[in-house]
């Protein structure tokens, strides 16, 4: 089965810019989503297809892939941004499933 | 507006039975990919289970031959019956959206909490 690794976490000052990267065996060739989960919410997406955004989600977040890593890049990071951010694919190469990466914490220092 | 509400998580003995619910609102259920997924406490998010327009549906192995996703398109209404449950299905169980033909989750219910133990 396709496995996604995400770094456990990452730290990043107020006003910098957070990646967190999204690693895959030729995760390139799929469709990487990205998904922001606060402390008791449930998951909003926040990068769609790989870098598109769906309406409501700042300019702030981007995403990108190629090869075998995707990455959620969060510019001009705020307090607010402080969340488990997961990857997602869909694996559909021997059966049809979704797959999830293990959740990077992000903390706003 | 969309919305998601999940209903039926509770307490259960290993071995028993729960069905969760979970009603749909502004848009239609059955034209639409509707997924469970799962997340155990303090631990990350775990697919489930997925149903699609057309009717196919497909389970992560975890779960593959205990859990039964179905829908009931009069009610806009989408079901995951749980058996023989373990105590490592404890978790908060979520429904998502994607809309047809995409595999992103572009619409989540507030989740359902299902605590297996004796």
């Known amino acids: 089965s396709y496995v996604l690794t995400q770094p456990p976490s990452v730290s990043v000052a107020p006003g910098q810019t957070a990646r967190i990267t999204c690693g895959g065996n030729?995760?390139?060739?799929?469709?990487v989503h990205w998904y922001q989960q606060k402390p008791g919410q449930a998951p909003v997406l926040v990068v769609y297809d790989d870098s598109d955004r769906p309406s409501g989600i700042p300019e702030r977040f981007s995403g990108s892939n190629s090869g075998n890593t995707a990455t959620l890049t969060i510019s001009r990071v705020e307090a607010g941004d402080e969340a488990d951010y997961y990857c997602q694919v869909w694996d559909s190469s021997s059966d049809h499933r979704g797959v999830f990466g293990g959740g990077t914490k992000l903390t706003v220092l | 507006e969309v919305q998601l509400v999940e209903s039926g998580g509770g307490l259960v003995q290993p071995g028993g039975s729960l069905r969760l619910s979970c009603a749909a609102s502004g848009f239609t259920v059955s034209s639409n990919y509707m997924s469970w997924v799962r997340q155990a406490p303090g631990k990350g998010l775990e697919w489930v289970s997925v149903?699609?327009?057309?009717?196919?549906?497909y389970y992560a192995d975890s779960v593959k031959g205990r859990f039964t996703i179905s829908r009931d398109n009069s009610k806009n209404t989408l079901y995951l019956q749980m058996n023989s449950l373990r105590a490592e299905d404890t978790a908060v169980y979520y429904c998502?959206?994607?809309?047809?033909?995409?595999?992103?989750?572009?619409?989540w219910g507030q989740g359902t909490l299902v605590t297996v133990s004796s």
């Open positions: 998502a959206r994607a809309a047809d033909g995409y595999n992103y989750l572009d619409y």
């Open positions: 149903i699609y327009s057309g009717g196919s549906t």
């Open positions: 030729n995760i390139g060739s799929k469709s």
